[in-house]
């Protein structure tokens, strides 16, 4: 309730801004497991529609805004992500079509 809230207030306050990352994982019909998602390289238009709609596709090289742990650097994490502002958070995606990907990984 508002106490909660006010706690969290409290917590942004001492630890500045709260940011977020969230996985968005695109699974093809009749996809089970893990290895095969994370092997899709595109999804369909319907889902680059819903990654539209979760934000702003980024170059990653020399992005300069939070990060959610992706490289900015050596392109080590893909070359690209989507990332938005939400009321004052920013918020990047770790997007599984986006996210370079071996079978030993």
């Not at 893909?78 to 990332?83: A, L």
Request: hydrophobic fraction near 35%; glycine fraction near 10%.
């Amino acid at each position: 309730g508002a106490s909660l809230q006010k706690d969290f207030l409290t917590l942004e306050e001492q630890e500045g801004s709260v940011n977020f990352k969230f996985g968005v994982i695109y699974a093809h019909t009749g996809q089970e497991c893990d290895d095969e998602m994370f092997s899709n390289k595109t999804g369909t238009p319907i889902f680059d529609n819903f990654l539209r709609l979760l934000g702003e596709t980024v170059k990653l090289l020399g992005w300069e805004h939070f990060k959610g742990g992706l490289d900015n650097r050596n392109n080590a994490t893909g070359t690209h992500s989507v990332y938005t502002v939400f009321e004052g958070h920013e918020i990047m995606f770790h997007v599984s079509t986006m996210l370079p990907y071996s079978e030993e990984d």
